[in-house]
């Protein structure tokens, strides 16, 4: 029975990268020292808690290639669906702003996909923690906004309640996500850039889910309240979606990362501050 | 930044390797020495070894029988950082060890 642990167990290390998978065998080796039987086995079978820790961060959130490819695929899928709401809507690229927010679009996502991957080959995890909070984000802020304004209530304490949720999904996840990148590597520089690049990441998908919405439900999903509120016709509801409020999304990619940084510095320094209670190492 | 805080079975860990921090411990030892499962002793290992605290290295010599084992010792960081830190609770550190 605890050979034929051992054995799984060393083929299960060979899933992780030589420096890690080294700690496994060592484990295993090491079995060899505890007497046989039921205490062998429980000491072999300790190896699989960190088997799966280790495969999951290793091979899910620490291989660099990951967050690669997906910022990579954001990008197609940015181009892909502006291409086409071009085509589906065509009075979109007529405004005198089109050449201006093209190229905003093309040099910031630019800058995003090259940060990901300098950050990604120095090793920073600002960009697997900015990219889980980033996307956490942008699910709760591209679904609850239309939501909200789709279901516009009267009640004055529960608009209110919905706003604040609002900008407590805006704002705290580039807080909390620098805080916990700073305390996990005591550094604030990280905490900071974790700030940046969920700002960043959050922006983009925040704008291929409105690129989505937009497409799917074009005189359904009013993001702004005040066309629905004042320009009920779907004319004027489609207009609002197409022209104005995707201009607002590109332009969250400049303002989200902005105000990740202001945001990661104040979790970062609250990361990195010293703890004078015990932790775990 | 060195970290300032550590874990009950972090500290019980750093405490039974500075007791002989010359000398090259094995896993179950420190295990038998510090009553840790090996599923929490190898983590604390990992991350100590990441933080540059502890040092690992496998036996020079491969042995008749048996395969080399993984030797650990504190680094000079780390028989600082020992120094510094409390002294563990009881509760962690010298229970029977699991394996003994």
């Known amino acids: 029975m605890t050979t034929a642990v051992a054995a799984f167990v060393m083929l299960a290390g060979r899933l992780l990268p030589t ?11 090491e079995s060899r020292a505890v007497p046989d039987g039921y ?3 429980a000491w072999l079978l300790g190896s699989l808690p960190i088997l799966v820790k280790e495969v999951l961060r290793m091979r899910l959130t620490g291989n660099p290639w990951l967050p690669r490819i997906a910022m990579v695929a954001a990008v197609l899928a940015v181009a892909v669906l502006t291409v086409a709401n071009m085509i589906r809507y065509p009075a979109i690229t007529s405004g005198f702003g089109t050449v201006i927010y093209s190229t905003l679009l093309v040099v910031v996502l630019a800058v995003d996909l090259g940060l990901t991957v300098l950050l990604t080959r120095a090793g920073s995890p600002a960009v697997r ?3 889980l909070a980033g996307l956490v984000t942008a699910a709760l802020w591209t679904l609850g906004t239309p939501a909200g304004n789709k279901f516009h209530v009267s009640a004055p304490w529960l608009d209110a309640l919905y706003n604040a949720g609002l900008v407590a999904v805006f704002t705290v996840p580039l807080c909390v996500a620098g805080w916990f990148v700073a305390r996990r590597t005591g550094a604030l520089e990280q905490g900071v850039l974790t700030g940046i690049m969920t700002g960043a990441y959050a922006a983009v998908a925040n704008l291929i889910g409105g690129l989505i919405l937009v497409i799917a439900l074009p005189g359904r999903v009013p993001f702004d309240s005040d066309v629905l509120r004042h320009h009920q016709t779907p004319a004027d509801i489609l207009a609002g979606n197409v022209g104005e409020d995707l201009v607002v999304f590109i332009g969250l990619l400049l303002l989200w990362p902005m105000l990740g940084a202001l945001l990661g510095t104040l979790g970062g320094a609250l990361g ?4 004078t209670r015990p932790a775990t190492l | 930044m060195p970290r300032t805080g550590f874990s009950p079975q972090t500290l019980s860990v750093l405490a039974a390797m500075a007791a002989d921090g010359e000398r090259w411990r094995h896993g179950y030892e420190l295990a038998r020495e510090t009553g840790l499962k090996s599923g929490t002793l190898y983590p604390i290992l990992i991350r ?3 933080s540059g605290l502890v040092e690992a290295r496998w036996e020079e010599e491969q042995p008749s029988g048996r395969p080399r084992r993984h030797l650990y010792r504190l680094t000079a960081d780390g028989l600082v950082q020992a120094a510094r830190a409390p002294r563990p609770q009881h509760g962690h550190a010298g229970r029977p060890a699991v394996a003994t």
């Open chain 1, 19 to 29: 420096g890690r998978r080294e700690w496994v065998e060592a484990l295993v080796a």
């Open chain 1, 39 to 41: 205490r062998r086995l």
């Open chain 1, 129 to 131: 923690y900015g990219m």
């Open chain 1, 272 to 275: 990195a501050a010293p703890r």
């Open chain 2, 48 to 50: 100590l070894a990441d």
